[in-house]
């Protein structure tokens, strides 16, 4: 991939929608509205709750499982607020409850060393994280949006959830947490996609 | 950046934009490429399509459907003409793309063929046709983008809509799809959300395994990630 040549003019004739733009969106994205567009690399899996468990391993002192039951013991925490994928979608006022990532990890204790984390989902599907971006209230795992279950095409039954970074780190069906000393690229950082993804920074791809 | 060279409009709401792309690093079959509007107020809006060229073409062949509400269609779709500059980023992929040697099942609904166009377009500048299956369904032929050339490759076309030839109007089925597997082949799935998650139903019930199931769907918002 190169990056474009120098900066562009206007592009002759393009006008554009209406610029009464909300400050709640990040440059270059636009309000999906009450859509929530599906995309996903790999067919949909379907998961029994009862088989789903989340493991937070790797660069901890105490590596972790939780079971669906165990995960719903533990503290319920929610997120209301805005959701922005690399795509140019944006949905504000969204509404997700599951556990706060900070529980997890208090749990499992990452070491010193720890500096990222590598989310795995069932599919395999992975997404790469700097540590100080999932702790402090920020990440959650979730299964429920808008009060019901998460559906199964928006990664139910349960999700990662990091709503400040671009969507795809927001791994869908996500089983697997594992704290690393250095940094790895996921599945879409691999192919192209940026390591941090920070939507108000416009981290599309690699090089941004 | 990227001279618009040629613009077709081979069907209803819909445009193929050829263009000379700059300093152009050539792509893989099934990669797409990120267009960026920009207003006189500096405001910009980018979206992705899927190149429909081989990259042995020496320009890079977009296929754009028109949205109604679509900010960056309707300006590709209704306003651009030959000799026009577009700012183009690309290309972008390396997931769901094919490697141009190993067997492939192409599956798409509607637009979604235009990456299986690339692939088909490659395979036949490397004589290797042989290693493709396509399967590709529409409401209607007038409405499936690059009929003709789907067709004259053997694609099964699938019509909702209206009869095809002898086959009756009706979904794409899992029994259509078995003769067209083979041992070791990847499945590249394309289309609406709809589409792909029906497909790969269908995939997973004709014995695929999920692993051998490559996704892109889209939506309103394009087709990145």
Not at chain 1, 40 to 59: H, L, N
Not at chain 2, 102 to 118: K, Q, T
Request: net charge negative.
């Amino acid at each position: 991939m190169r990056q474009s040549d120098g900066m562009p003019g206007p592009t002759r004739g393009f006008l554009g929608r209406r610029r009464d733009r909300d400050a709640r969106l990040p440059p270059g994205q636009y309000d999906a509205g009450t859509d929530w567009p599906v995309l996903t690399a790999e067919p949909t899996p379907r998961i029994a709750p009862e088989t789903w468990s989340i493991t937070v391993d790797g660069a901890v002192e105490t590596p972790s499982t939780w079971s669906w039951d165990e995960a719903h013991a533990l503290p319920r925490s929610e997120y209301r607020g805005d959701i922005h994928c690399v795509t140019t979608w944006s949905k504000f006022g969204t509404w997700f409850a599951g556990v706060s990532l900070d529980t997890l990890l208090e749990a499992a204790r990452p070491t010193a060393e720890a500096r990222f984390v590598m989310a795995t989902a069932k599919t395999g599907y992975t997404t790469n994280l700097p540590l100080e971006h999932i702790t402090g209230g920020k990440a959650w795992i979730v299964w429920e949006y808008d009060g019901k279950p998460l559906p199964v095409e928006h990664g139910g039954p349960v999700r990662l959830l990091v709503p400040h970074l671009y969507f795809w780190k927001s791994a869908k069906w996500v089983t697997r947490l594992t704290l690393l000393q250095r940094d790895q690229p996921g599945f879409w950082e691999q192919n192209g996609y940026h390591d941090l993804g920070d939507p108000w920074r416009q981290q599309r791809y690699q090089g941004d | 950046m990227a001279t618009v060279a040629g613009v077709r409009r081979p069907i209803q709401r819909s445009v193929e934009l050829r263009l000379d792309v700059h300093d152009r690093v050539d792509h893989l079959p099934g990669q797409h490429y990120v267009v960026r509007l920009t207003a006189e107020d500096g405001y910009t809006a980018q979206r992705s399509y899927s190149v429909a060229s081989a990259p042995g073409d020496p320009l890079v062949e977009l296929f754009v459907e028109r949205l109604d509400d679509g900010e960056v269609s309707t300006y590709l779709a209704d306003v651009v003409e030959p000799g026009d500059e577009l700012e183009v980023r690309g290309p972008i992929g390396g997931w769901f793309v094919w490697d141009g040697a190993s067997p492939a099942l192409l599956v798409a609904g509607g637009s979604g063929v235009v990456p299986f166009v690339s692939m088909l377009r490659h395979a036949r500048t490397t004589g290797r046709e042989d290693l493709l299956r396509i399967a590709v369904s529409a409401r209607t032929l007038a409405a499936l983008p690059y009929a003709d050339e789907l067709a004259a490759a053997g694609a099964l076309i699938a019509l909702t809509g209206e009869q095809h030839g002898i086959r009756p109007a009706g979904r794409l089925a899992a029994h259509e799809l078995i003769p067209l597997e083979e041992p070791g082949q990847t499945a590249y799935v394309c289309g609406s959300a709809s589409f792909a998650e029906a497909a790969t139903q269908l995939l997973e019930s004709a014995g695929l395994p999920p692993s051998a199931i490559r996704v892109e769907r889209f939506g309103p918002s394009g087709a990145a990630a």
